[in-house]
């Protein structure tokens, strides 16, 4: 199992919400390129980006320093956060970006985001489901941050993507994320369970290397991790090792 070590931007440093508040943001490293820096330094191969500020406003906003991180790191990055436009994702492949996360755009265009994966491959185009779990248990899709309901479920809007080509998928429980409350462990079982052909990433919640283990034991492809390394919950190069040990 793949682990992304998260670097999510607003105002140009690194900081976590908690459960996607942006009043309740803490600012964990003001320089997101020595950030990234530590993750490659501990092992780490890929990393997770997000520009908050072009989640919250549909358009991405820190193009620049998301540059500064590919250019300057040996690092496969994906990026997610306000990609709205064919130009966008062009630019962000250009500056060195491997793959794109693409969130809001999926529910509202769905004809935009087929025409991508077509275009640019299933390799570079990540389908962002960030859910909340309505009243009878059903995975909701939000959109624009995390801040309205969609009224569609996780399962419809796999389900349509995966008839264009879909490959990965980025699974967001987003009532724990930030919260150091564990993951969702039965959402991803089901996930997997239900989509064994699509590589799954989990994201919200991770709390220390056994939650990582558990995942890693599903056959999850990946897990994001945030606010867990930031506060030295996880050390990077252990945890590292040790999922690269389950089978």
């Known amino acids: 199992m793949i682990l992304f070590p998260a670097i999510d931007l607003k105002n140009g440093q690194c900081v976590r919400l908690t459960q996607g508040d942006f009043a309740q943001a803490t600012i964990y490293e003001a320089d997101p390129l020595r950030q990234a820096h530590c993750f490659q330094t501990m092992g780490a191969s890929w990393l997770h980006m997000v520009d908050l500020d072009g989640a919250k406003t549909g358009s991405m906003q820190q193009f620049d320093v998301i540059s500064h991180v590919t250019q300057n790191t040996t690092l496969h990055v994906q990026v997610g956060g306000g990609i709205c436009e064919t130009s966008i994702i062009e630019k962000l492949l250009k500056c060195g970006v491997h793959r794109v996360v693409i969130g809001s755009v999926a ?64 699974c967001t429980d987003v009532s724990r994320d930030g919260m150091l409350t564990g993951t969702n462990r039965s959402l991803y079982q089901l996930v997997q369970k239900r989509w064994p052909q699509l590589d799954i990433l989990a994201s919200g919640g991770v709390k220390d290397l056994e939650d990582l283990v558990h995942l890693a034991g599903l056959g999850l492809k990946g897990a994001i991790i945030g606010k867990a390394l930031y506060e ?16």
């Open 232 to 247: 030295g919950h996880i050390d990077l190069a252990k945890a590292l090792l040790q999922v690269s040990n389950v089978s």
């Open 107 to 170: 529910v509202k265009n769905k004809a935009l985001v087929r025409e991508w994966l077509q275009h640019f491959g299933s390799d570079v185009i990540v389908l962002a489901l960030d859910i909340r779990l309505t009243a009878d248990n059903t995975p909701e899709i939000l959109t624009h941050g995390w801040q309205k309901g969609s009224q569609l479920s996780l399962w419809e809007l796999g389900e349509h993507y995966m008839e264009c080509g879909l490959k990965t998928i980025l």
